[in-house]
């Protein structure tokens, strides 16, 4: 049996992968291997590594790495000690292929390991831009680190190219996160009140900020600048999910939560929704709000806007439904207003319709492993 090892390092990151794990599980000719570090085993973050084992996998190895720390030095000691601790999992779990999604900092020590230890790797979501965050670097040394490429875009699959990777071993398959609208059941709104233990009776908008890494976007102003701009529609209910383990993502979070215990029946501020309460959320939201690559990604195949806040996710290919803005006050409470006016009924996703995860299954069933990787120079370029 071919062992397909997955890394994981944060709740969204799992979420998108949930049905290709689901899918390699399934498979007779396959073992799954999980690979579970960072953010989910946090108690800061939720300790989502629970929510993994209650959808029925099993984790073979969970690797810590992240310092209590929010500074850009933490982060850096936190990938240096996930190298450590990823080489000795990696040597234990003996994998015929690694499979990693994005363009994380844990996913970066990750892949350093494997491939000093000589295992495939196997890239999801290469060739797409980020400026304003060091993500951007990250998720381009990923892919020169690669064997395989899976494209959520043909675009995004000649960047790669572009990068010397052989076109045969590019993929274009659609973003894997859109698979959830073909395969899941989402919740029901009065389901989802009663998960959340929180009253929803007004129109809501699901909120999540996290921190700029590269561009010159202080974390808490701009946060504060978002409250500051929400309480200009109180008719709004809000959702606030918790920033991500990056450097400046922990002084955010009491402001957070201050805000919320302020308005208790306006505001719920949660860790993590999981996957499947994230995207159910979305579907009977107004609006989303913020600076995830999800609200880019995933939400415009719900038909609703998302109000893209600052440098984060600039230069990603955007929906119409995306409505990006500056990240003082006044910027995004017009955007917020346009964004309620206008109607994305329309709108179609440019990532997909949600059936890449079979496509990926296919390839790691049938890719040569054993391949020396060689620079790909583009025909008549200098």
């Given at each position: 049996?071919?062992?397909?090892?997955?890394?994981?390092?944060?709740?969204?990151?799992?979420?998108?992968?949930?049905?290709?794990?689901k899918?390699?599980?399934?498979?007779?000719?396959?073992?799954?291997?999980?690979?579970?570090?960072a953010?989910?085993?946090?108690?800061?973050?939720?300790?989502?590594?629970?929510q993994?084992?209650?959808?029925?996998?099993?984790?073979?190895e969970?690797?810590?790495m992240?310092?209590?720390?929010d500074?850009?030095?933490?982060?850096?000691?936190?990938?240096?000690?996930g190298v450590?601790?990823?080489?000795?999992?990696?040597?234990?779990?003996?994998?015929?292929?690694?499979?990693i999604?994005?363009?994380?900092?844990?996913?970066?020590?990750?892949?350093?390991?494997?491939?000093i230890?000589?295992?495939?790797?196997?890239?999801?979501?290469?060739?797409?831009i980020?400026?304003?965050?060091?993500?951007?670097?990250?998720?381009?040394?990923?892919?020169?680190?690669?064997?395989?490429?899976?494209?959520?875009?043909?675009?995004?699959?000649?960047?790669?190219?572009?990068?010397?990777?052989?076109?045969?071993?590019?993929?274009n398959?659609?973003?894997?996160?859109?698979?959830?609208?073909?395969?899941?059941?989402f919740?029901?709104?009065?389901?989802?009140r009663?998960?959340?233990d929180?009253?929803?009776t007004?129109?809501?908008?699901?909120?999540t900020?996290?921190?700029?890494?590269l561009?010159?976007?202080?974390?808490?102003?701009?946060?504060?600048?978002?409250?500051?701009?929400?309480?200009?529609?109180?008719?709004?209910?809000?959702i606030?999910?918790?920033?991500?383990?990056?450097?400046?993502?922990r002084?955010?979070?009491?402001i957070?939560?201050n805000?919320?215990?302020?308005?208790?029946?306006?505001?719920?501020?949660?860790?993590?929704?999981g996957?499947?309460?994230?995207?159910?959320?979305?579907?009977?939201?107004?609006?989303?709000?913020?600076?995830?690559?999800?609200?880019?990604?995933?939400?415009?195949?719900?038909?609703?806007?998302?109000?893209?806040?600052g440098?984060?996710?600039?230069?990603?290919?955007?929906?119409?439904?995306i409505?990006?803005?500056?990240?003082?006050?006044?910027?995004i409470?017009?955007?917020?207003?346009?964004?309620?006016?206008?109607?994305?009924?329309?709108?179609?996703?440019?990532?997909?319709?949600?059936?890449?995860?079979?496509?990926?299954l296919?390839?790691l069933?049938?890719a040569?492993?054993?391949?020396?990787?060689?620079?790909?120079?583009?025909?008549?370029?200098?």
């Amino acid at each position: 049996m071919r062992k397909i090892a997955i890394f994981t390092g944060t709740r969204a990151e799992y979420g998108l992968l949930y049905w290709l794990l689901k899918d390699i599980q399934a498979d007779p000719t396959l073992e799954l291997q999980l690979l579970v570090s960072a953010m989910h085993l946090s108690p800061e973050f939720g300790m989502t590594y629970q929510q993994i084992e209650t959808d029925g996998f099993v984790i073979t190895e969970k690797v810590e790495m992240l310092l209590s720390s929010d500074s850009a030095v933490g982060t850096a000691k936190s990938i240096g000690l996930g190298v450590i601790g990823f080489a000795d999992a990696l040597a234990r779990m003996q994998p015929d292929l690694l499979v990693i999604l994005g363009d994380r900092f844990e996913a970066l020590a990750a892949a350093q390991a494997a491939m000093i230890l000589r295992i495939p790797i196997a890239h999801i979501h290469g060739g797409e831009i980020t400026e304003g965050a060091y993500d951007d670097a990250i998720r381009h040394a990923i892919t020169k680190l690669s064997l395989l490429h899976f494209a959520s875009t043909e675009g995004h699959r000649r960047r790669i190219i572009q990068l010397g990777e052989h076109p045969d071993r590019v993929y274009n398959v659609g973003a894997v996160g859109l698979d959830h609208l073909q395969r899941s059941e989402f919740m029901s709104i009065d389901a989802l009140r009663s998960s959340l233990d929180f009253e929803l009776t007004k129109p809501y908008a699901l909120v999540t900020y996290h921190p700029v890494t590269l561009a010159s976007e202080p974390a808490k102003e701009v946060f504060s600048n978002l409250l500051k701009a929400l309480d200009q529609f109180l008719e709004l209910q809000i959702i606030l999910t918790y920033p991500n383990a990056d450097d400046g993502g922990r002084e955010i979070i009491p402001i957070l939560e201050n805000y919320a215990k302020a308005q208790p029946n306006r505001v719920l501020a949660i860790p993590s929704l999981g996957q499947l309460r994230y995207l159910s959320a979305v579907k009977h939201a107004t609006l989303v709000i913020g600076n995830s690559s999800s609200g880019i990604i995933e939400v415009p195949s719900f038909k609703i806007p998302t109000v893209n806040i600052g440098e984060r996710q600039r230069g990603r290919l955007a929906a119409d439904s995306i409505l990006s803005c500056s990240s003082d006050v006044d910027s995004i409470t017009k955007t917020i207003k346009d964004a309620l006016d206008d109607d994305f009924s329309q709108v179609t996703n440019p990532y997909g319709k949600g059936d890449a995860s079979t496509a990926i299954l296919e390839h790691l069933k049938s890719a040569k492993l054993n391949e020396v990787k060689t620079f790909y120079d583009l025909s008549g370029d200098a």
